[in-house]
């Protein structure tokens, strides 16, 4: 069946906020650009800028549900970033600074919680995003499994909480599922989907206030078996998309 993609998200610092894009033109072999440039490394972080490492070495909204409210806006042509959250000042910086860490690390500490290293640097690693996969990845999401995922929890529940790149609406619930190893073309761009997104505690932030109020991965698993939502594709043939563009299984 083909739909058409309704939302394009990316998050330019790594469980750092989240901003809409009318369009985007990606690149084969990398991740969505802007997305996941930065990311926070905390005090017990091995991370440096030579490689991909797991998520686990980074500040991130499993750990700070606060971190889940924040909104962010990436300056493509300066590189600064702007931050913005109900608790705290708006902050402009350059993530790659050192002169602007200070200023972000000052802006961050209220929304960590005391018990977990804090956050002490930002990093980014040459040509790539630092998405949650070892390799350059893309987040695929479908509206109809996040309304079963509403109707199993008998609240209305924010998209955001997914923090997925591509939303599009197959019309039933976990179709997606049934795409791994086929190829999808979306707009101009094809992509190889890879694997289903097996979520975390971010989920269960709402992304207005940073606070858990929703237990999505207790219905999750309850409901159908799983704690998965969405899935990772990964770009193969690069090309421009946009909102209202056809997504279609090939």
Wanted: proline content about 6%.
């Amino acid at each position: 069946m083909t739909c058409q993609v309704t939302d394009i998200w990316r998050h330019p610092i790594k469980s750092h906020g989240r901003e809409p894009l009318d369009s985007v033109t990606l690149i084969a072999g990398h991740t969505m650009p802007g997305d996941r440039v930065w990311a926070v490394a905390h005090e017990a972080s091995r991370a440096d800028t030579t490689k991909w490492v797991p998520c686990a070495n980074f500040s991130r909204g499993s750990k700070a549900p606060e971190l889940m409210a924040i909104n962010a806006q990436l300056d493509d042509v300066t590189g600064r970033v702007t931050l913005r959250h109900p608790n705290r000042p708006e902050l402009a910086f350059s993530p790659g600074s050192a002169e602007d860490l200070p200023g972000f690390l000052d802006w961050v500490k209220p929304l960590m919680p005391t018990n977990r290293a804090a956050s002490a640097r930002i990093i980014r690693v040459p040509d790539r995003g630092m998405t949650d996969t070892d390799y350059p990845s893309v987040t695929l999401c479908n509206w109809a499994s996040h309304r079963a995922v509403e109707t199993a929890m008998g609240q209305e529940l924010s998209p955001l909480r997914w923090r997925g790149n591509i939303w599009f609406d197959l019309g039933t619930a976990w179709a997606e599922h049934d795409w791994i190893d086929r190829r999808v073309q979306i707009g101009e761009a094809v992509f190889k989907i890879r694997e289903r997104v097996v979520r975390c505690l971010a989920t269960t932030a709402n992304p207005k206030t940073g606070v858990r109020d929703a237990d999505t991965l207790k219905v999750l698993k309850d409901t159908w078996g799983h704690q998965d939502f969405s899935v990772y594709a990964e770009v193969i043939r690069g090309g421009a998309i946009k909102t209202g563009d056809a997504v279609k299984v090939l």
